[in-house]
């Protein structure tokens, strides 16, 4: 039984813990969490406001 984690793993681990809030309209996320994409070495994440349609990005480089 292994108990590595990838980065990436931690990455979307510190997240998830993350309040997930709306900079444009202050809603609170309390279900949906982050949409994650990978490319090559960079992760990026990304959150739709069901209210406001804002869209948060952030995008993070492995390694
Ligand atoms: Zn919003």
Redesign the pocket.
Known sequence: MSVHRSPFERLREKFDESELR?P????VDTEGGWRVTTSGGRVRYQFV?P????VETRELRLG
Do not use: F, N, P
């Open positions: 709306c444009a309209c202050g809603y406001c209210t406001c349609d804002a």
